[in-house]
T-cell receptor
C-alpha cells in the first residue's frame, strides 16, 4: 500500500526540548497532514500542507515538505508533557481513488 | 457541534455474533471514512464514502464486513459473523469536501473485543 512511514518510531525528550519527527511516502501527493493521537483517543488534526508549499507554521508546530525527496518533518518546539502522544502523517495517496493513508506513527514521550 | 460521535465506545462480543458500529458525522460534512487500528497493522482505511456513495471499499477485509450510509449524517459498519481477529479499535472520521482538500475529524473510536 502507499503508506507513509514515520521515524523515529519512538522518541523520548525532556520538557522544553524540541522534538522532530519525519515522514516519508512513496507516491506523488496533493497534500500531507499530521495528526496527533493521545492514548485511547481518536486522532486530532494538527496541520495540512499542500504539495506546492514548503513550510507551514501553527503555534509551536512547524511542518516542512520536500516533494523531491517525498518527505516531511514535524517540529514541536519547547515541548510540554502534554505533547506526549503518537504522531501520524497522512497522505492523499492515489491507488485507483484518492484516499488518506496513514503512516505507522511516532510515539513521543515528553518527560517533565 | 459535538464532533463525530461513535457508539458504542466499547463492545465485547462472542465469536460468531453480529456486531454493528455506529457513527454520526459532523453536520455539513460529506466525506466519511472508516478505519481500523491495531498494534500489528496500524491504521487501516476500510472504506471511504463521499456524498453517501462508497468511493473505495478495497480495504474492507472480507465479505463479513459491510458499511452503509442510510443518510447524509449517519453510517454503520457491520461485521457478521465476528471473529477474534476482528478485535481492534474502529474509528470513523468525517470531512468537508474531498480527500484532496480537507482534514478528517475523528470520532473517539469503538474498541471491539471478540472472544
Amino acid at each position: 500500500s502507499q503508506q507513509g512511514e514515520e521515524d523515529p518510531q519512538a522518541l523520548s525528550i525532556q520538557e522544553g526540548e524540541n522534538a522532530t519527527m519525519n515522514c516519508s511516502y512513496k507516491t506523488s501527493i496533493n497534500n500531507l497532514q499530521w495528526y496527533r493521537q493521545n492514548s485511547g483517543r481518536g486522532l486530532v488534526h494538527l496541520i495540512l500542507i499542500r504539495s506546492n508549499e514548503r513550510e507551514k507554521h501553527s503555534g509551536r508546530l512547524r511542518v516542512t515538505l520536500d516533494t523531491s525527496k517525498k518527505s516531511s518533518s514535524l517540529l514541536i518546539t519547547a515541548s510540554r508533557a502534554a505533547d506526549t502522544a503518537s504522531y501520524f502523517c497522512a497522505t492523499d495517496a492515489f491507488s485507483g481513488t484518492y484516499k488518506y493513508i496513514f503512516g505507522t506513527g511516532t510515539r513521543l514521550k515528553v518527560l517533565a | 457541534d459535538a464532533g463525530v460521535i461513535q457508539s458504542p465506545r466499547h463492545e465485547v462480543t462472542e465469536m460468531g455474533q453480529e456486531v454493528t458500529l455506529r457513527c454520526k458525522l459532523i453536520s455539513g460534512h460529506n466525506s466519511l471514512f472508516w478505519y481500523r487500528q491495531t498494534m500489528m497493522r496500524g491504521l487501516e482505511l476500510l472504506i471511504y464514502f463521499n456524498n453517501n456513495v462508497p468511493i473505495d471499499d478495497s480495504g474492507m477485509p472480507e465479505d463479513r464486513f459491510s458499511a452503509k450510509m442510510p443518510n447524509a449524517s449517519f453510517s454503520t459498519l457491520k461485521i457478521q459473523p465476528s471473529e477474534p481477529r476482528d478485535s481492534a479499535v474502529y474509528f470513523c472520521a468525517s470531512g468537508e469536501g474531498t480527500v484532496m482538500n480537507t482534514e478528517a475529524f475523528f470520532g473517539q473510536g469503538t474498541r471491539l473485543t471478540v472472544v
